[in-house]
Nanobody
Framework: QVQLVESGGGLVQPGGSLRLSCVAS????????IGWFRQAPGKEREGLLC???????YYADSVKGRFTISRDNAKNTVYLQMNRLRPEDTAVYYC?????????????????WGQGTQVTVSS
């Protein structure tokens, strides 16, 4: 059984930080590309970051310098560290696994998805 589970979302004030976790089961996560996406009300799903199986990382312009993606191989977990959060970052955040070694910005190229975790940035 392949499963991805996100956690760590919640309510945070503008300028604050959150760390989201994506725990994989049923496969070895670090052999594949893992992406983080978000979807806000009325907007398309947006690719934010990706880490390849070789640990190369890629960042969308909207989050570069604020968000960081990383792996913990021992825990079979990928993290999204979010700093200097803004109200426009409010969205449901998803992790996804692409069963190849390289990253993609396109959600349809990812095979497995977590259930999402809500991030709300508000004062």
């Amino acid at each position: 059984q392949v499963q991805l589970v996100e956690s760590g979302g919640g309510l945070v004030q503008p300028g604050g930080s959150l760390r989201l976790s994506c725990v994989a089961s049923g496969f070895t996560l670090d052999k594949y590309a893992i992406g983080w996406f978000r979807q806000a009300p009325g907007k398309e799903r947006e690719g934010l970051l990706c880490i390849s199986s070789s640990t190369s990382t890629y960042y969308a312009d909207s989050v570069k310098g604020r968000f960081t993606i990383s792996r913990d191989n021992a825990k079979n977990t990928v993290y999204l560290q979010m700093n200097r959060l803004r109200p426009e970052d409010t969205a449901v955040y998803y992790c996804a696994a692409r069963l190849t070694m390289r990253c993609s910005w396109f959600s349809y190229e990812y095979h497995y998805w977590g259930q999402g975790t809500q991030v709300t940035v508000s004062s």
